[in-house]
């Protein structure tokens, strides 16, 4: 696969394959580039992926003859805006009529992804091996942004699969990660499953003593407080790295005080890749124009200016096998001024709206991540959004939109698969709703905590 072949066949702007190093030159050079000529590379990119959708995605097509976005004719912003903006429910009924028809072979091989439901709407989205090469050359702008040292030692505690990562030991590995992500040696790294608690979590880092950290930010800020409690030091570590979430600042603090580090942040969803980066010189973000076209609209559908908070709409640029026009992903941000940094990526100042209510808490006083899994609850039965709502130490009730009412079989078996992944003693009831409304920040939120730790 070469760059001119995948220029060829509508992506600009590419890496040769994984682990390009030009193409990172070529991105150290764009980060500089004015606010104008950004521009102008996203509207060059979205003309190719808007002709492609026209031409292969029949959910798109009607849409954007409406809208007056077609083939052959110049691509304008304001037309481009009248694009009705694709939800996640969107995604959901639409199906296979979202997936192109003639994916470029340049592309590559189809990689599927299925999102974990942070929002209680679970979706698929397929992609490409071009569209993960961007996104590791992404990844790895993050790394070389921040002050890493790769010979170091990497800790992250995550949502992943298998016992092998699990409390006590987790797993080892003798690199940060691939070689299309980072190509030259690395330190060795750890990982530790998220459904650890957090006192497993804080002897587990001790006995590691990582260089750097990764993990959720709702899971940081009590992995700090209860690290600073009782008196667990973190000597070595640099500072630490959050994304999946919205960070407060209440976190910032508690990883301060705790440790006495910073915290980095990576603004990214699992449908679309990184949409954001935490500049290197303060604390707001750098939208990743290069790869994704970043809008924060009012209620009325326009742009919000410098100092509004709108919401998050987004298209990724480069995603050929399942085009995500003008997706809302559920987010709200505040845009920000020009970065004294001097580079031309638009500013997101704060972004709201991501953060899970709280971890779940048992009656002694441990906290617990509360990952279900969306994905194989959708395969057990036709759930099309939930919310685990934690009422009391002993009850969870779960709180259903579905297709369809279910049948007693499948109210035993999603019965019996949340309850594996609950802790002793929790009993489970469900509850069948229309919707599951917003939260205060505009948030749909898979799990809530009502009860005070």
Not at 34 to 57: G, S
Not at 160 to 184: M, N
Not at 406 to 429: H, K
């Amino acid at each position: 696969m070469t760059s001119d072949a995948l220029v060829a066949e509508g992506a600009s702007f590419a890496p040769a394959g994984p682990g390009d190093l030009a193409y990172q030159r070529r991105l150290h050079q764009s980060q500089w580039w004015t606010a104008e000529r950004l521009l102008e590379h996203q509207r060059d990119a979205l003309e190719r992926l808007t002709a492609h959708a026209w031409r292969t995605v029949p959910f798109h097509r009607a849409r954007l003859e409406a809208a007056g976005v077609e083939p052959g004719r110049l691509f304008d912003l304001t037309r481009w805006r009248r694009l009705p903006i694709l939800t996640r429910r969107d995604i959901q009924c639409a199906g296979d009529l979202l997936d192109s028809t003639a994916v470029p072979a340049a592309h590559g091989r189809i990689i599927t992804t299925t999102t974990s439901g942070s929002t209680g709407t679970p979706i698929t989205v397929r992609g490409t091996v071009f569209d993960a090469i961007i996104g590791k050359a992404i990844t790895l702008r993050h790394f070389l942004w921040h002050p890493y040292d790769f010979s170091a030692k990497f800790a992250a505690i995550r949502r992943v699969k298998g016992r092998i990562y699990e409390y006590p030991h987790g797993r080892r590995q003798r690199r940060w990660g691939d070689t299309g992500t980072f190509p030259f040696a690395t330190g060795e790294s750890v990982v530790l499953a998220i459904s650890a608690s957090i006192a497993q979590q804080a002897e587990w880092l001790a006995r590691q003593d990582p260089d750097y950290l990764m993990t959720y930010p709702s899971n940081l800020r009590f992995l700090a407080e209860h690290c600073r409690a009782h008196g667990i030091a973190l000597p070595h570590v640099e500072h630490v790295t959050s994304f999946g979430e919205v960070i407060a600042p209440e976190t910032r603090e508690a990883c301060r005080l705790a440790w006495d580090v910073r915290v980095i942040d990576v603004y990214s969803a699992q449908e679309v890749g990184l949409i954001a980066l935490q500049c290197p010189a303060t604390e707001h973000y750098h939208v990743q124009s290069e790869a994704i076209m970043v809008e924060v609209v009012d209620e009325r559908g326009e742009p919000c200016g410098p100092g509004q908070i709108g919401r998050v709409v987004l298209t990724p640029l480069h995603n050929y096998a399942t085009p995500l026009l003008r997706y809302e992903i559920g987010d709200y941000a505040e845009v920000g001024d020009a970065c004294p940094c001097g580079r031309g990526l638009p500013v997101l100042r704060r972004i709201l709206g991501r953060e899970r209510n709280a971890l779940l808490v048992t009656a002694t006083g441990e906290r617990y991540w509360p990952a279900f899994g969306s994905r194989k609850m959708a395969q057990l039965a036709p759930i099309l959004q939930h919310q685990f709502v934690q009422k009391s130490y002993e009850q969870i009730e779960a709180r259903l939109v579905t297709a369809r009412p279910l049948t007693r079989s499948e109210e035993g078996w999603l019965r019996s698969y949340v309850q594996a992944a609950l802790p002793r003693g929790f009993e489970l009831t469900l509850a069948y709703c229309d919707e599951i409304p917003r939260n205060a920040s505009g948030k749909f939120e898979n799990f809530v905590c009502e009860v005070s730790a």
